[in-house]
Structures are given as structure tokens and as C-alpha cells.
């Protein structure tokens, strides 16, 4: 234990002298602040031109309060006379706003720039139809509106509006609504589906796409298994559509490889990869009725697939 405490704690000479120029570095960094004021002096601070500029600083402060002052009482006293209003003489009596003239407005207390501004309304076909009508005159103050509308006396105006004859006709007119044509499922194009009610640009493709890797509709139902199709939509369309007479594409099950087989939506790659296999065993099928034996092929499928199949 003592062995490795001496291992531990040993220094070589260099390491040594190296520690104790560390501590005398650290002593005198430490105490150095306590001589500092030993070497550095501290320079007196003149505080006259400061207390000076103060005093300069103050009574610019006070001139400036007396002449704005001065300057106010001025304008107070010799205020020009085209400044100050002279006081409006106000009579009342009963007008009509739609043929008084500038001078009757004038007359009612109403400032001469507000009576210009009624003549001009009323010279492009303005008019006022009740007493209240006068608060929307532009420059016309509360109070005066109130004084003035116990005097307001309007005779009988008609407001034109315009007939209703002008933008109807006499009797109502609709459209008669198209009825909707049967569709072909197998010839028709994506503008005869759009035409079905629910369906749009995207449902229609999906339909004739799929329709494409089928090989062609057999059935009406087939259109239901289209891919995203709601239920609902169909039994709306169902009674529009009709099956045609277009021939199915059918393929030939003698000479058809496991990827042509497994390209039709309703044969898996395992049903495709038996039918090749069974057929090579025990070569060609004769009649379709044969892929009964081969065990992955149940009835729900034979029904659903031989109309696209053959033995060709």
C-alpha cells in the first residue's frame, strides 16, 4: 500500500521545481491587487467645467420657456381677423331640402361651403325622401341636424325603382332536365361515365381501366368491384347500365405463361403458377372443366374466371 502511495505521489526534479514556479505565479497574481496603488496614481478630477456647463445648460432652459411664451401671447393678441370666424346668424322656418337654395341654407345657419355642397347633390339627381335625411349631408354638424329637422317640410317624392318586368319575364322558364342514356359498360368512354350521377373524372378512368385488365364486363355487378367505388354510387348508376355485346378477351389457359396468367385481376400468382404446372404434367386442357382438379381452383373462382378463359 505504502509502495503505491509513494508510486503515486513522486515527482521528478523537473515536476518539482515546475509546481513550485506554479504556487509563486499564483501568490503573486493574488496579492497583486492589495500594491497596485503603489504604482498606478489616481489624476485629480476638475470639477468646475462640469458645474459650468450646468450652469450654461439651466439658463438656455429658462430663455427658451420665456420665448416660447412670448411667442404664444402673441399669437393670442394678434391673432389676424381672417382667422376667426365670424358668428353664423341662424333663422328657422320651414323648407323643403330638395328646392331650397344656397341662400335659404344660409339663412337656416348652415355654413355657405355646406350649402354648395347640397346644391351640387341635389343638381346630379340627388333627394331626400324623409326629415333624417338631412344627417347624411357631408359637413353638417349633429347639433345643427337636430335644430333643423322639426322645419324640414318634403314634398310627395317617388323613388324609382325599376319593374320587375325589366329583369323577368312574365311567366318562369326551366330548363328542361336531360334524362340520363343508357351505358354500355364495355364501349363507353369516360365522358358517358361522368354523365352518371357520382361519378367524376377519377371514378370514370378507374372503371375503364379496370375494365381493360378484365378483358371486358360480363356483368353489370363487375362495375361494383371497381377500386374505391361506394356502394351507394353504384346502386345509383346500376339502373343505367347495360352489359352490350362486345366480345370478351379470353386467354387461352394451353399457352398462356404464369406472368399472362397472373396479369387478369381475378387470377393470383398461385392460381397461375398451378394451372402451368398441372399443364405440364398432364399436358393440354381439353375442356375448361379440367382446372376442377387442380385443388387451389373452387367453385366461387371457376364461376367468377372461366368467362375468361379457354382452351383455344
Not at 509513494?6 to 513550485?20: C, H, L, Q
Not at 312574365?170 to 351505358?183: L, R
Not at 387461352?252 to 397472373?262: D, F, P, Q, R
Request: charged residues 25%; aromatic residues 14%; positive net charge.
Amino acid at each position: 500500500m505504502w509502495k503505491l502511495f509513494t508510486d503515486y505521489f513522486s515527482f521528478t526534479k523537473k515536476e518539482r521545481k515546475g509546481i513550485i514556479y506554479a504556487i509563486v505565479i499564483i501568490i503573486i497574481v493574488a496579492l497583486s491587487p492589495r500594491f497596485f496603488h503603489f504604482f498606478v496614481k489616481d489624476e485629480p478630477i476638475n470639477t468646475t467645467e462640469f458645474a459650468k456647463e450646468i450652469s450654461v445648460f439651466q439658463a438656455n432652459s429658462i430663455n427658451a420657456k420665456k420665448v416660447s411664451k412670448s411667442k404664444k401671447d402673441y399669437y393670442d393678441d394678434y391673432t389676424p381677423s381672417y382667422i376667426k370666424e365670424e358668428p353664423i346668424k341662424k333663422e328657422l322656418f320651414y323648407f323643403d331640402p330638395n328646392t331650397a337654395s344656397e341662400n335659404d341654407w344660409v339663412r337656416l345657419g348652415v355654413r355657405k361651403k355646406t350649402a354648395q355642397t347640397i346644391q351640387k347633390y341635389i343638381a346630379k339627381g340627388g333627394k331626400f325622401y324623409k326629415s333624417e335625411d338631412i344627417r347624411k349631408i357631408y359637413g353638417l354638424n349633429e347639433s345643427d341636424a337636430k335644430r333643423l329637422i322639426p322645419y324640414v317640410s318634403i314634398a310627395n317624392v317617388k323613388k324609382n325603382f325599376p319593374t320587375v318586368q325589366n329583369h323577368y319575364p312574365e311567366t318562369n322558364y326551366y330548363p328542361k332536365k336531360i334524362p340520363i342514356q343508357p351505358v354500355d359498360i364495355n364501349v363507353a368512354d369516360t365522358s358517358a361515365f361522368i354523365a352518371l350521377p357520382g361519378i367524376g373524372s377519377k371514378l370514370s378512368k378507374r372503371i375503364i381501366g379496370f375494365r381493360e385488365k378484365l378483358g371486358g364486363f360480363y356483368s353489370v355487378d363487375q362495375i361494383a368491384e371497381t377500386y374505391n367505388l361506394p356502394d351507394s354510387t353504384f346502386e345509383k348508376i346500376k339502373k343505367y347500365l347495360v352489359p352490350g355485346s362486345k366480345t370478351i378477351k379470353k386467354i387461352n389457359i394451353n399457352s398462356a405463361t404464369v406472368e399472362e396468367l397472373k396479369a387478369h385481376p381475378y387470377i393470383s400468382f398461385s392460381i397461375a403458377n398451378a394451372i402451368v404446372q398441372f399443364r405440364q404434367q398432364h399436358g393440354n386442357f381439353k375442356q375448361l372443366n379440367e382446372i376442377r382438379k387442380i385443388m387451389l381452383i373452387t367453385d366461387e373462382f371457376f364461376t367468377k374466371a372461366t368467362p375468361y378463359l379457354a382452351v383455344e
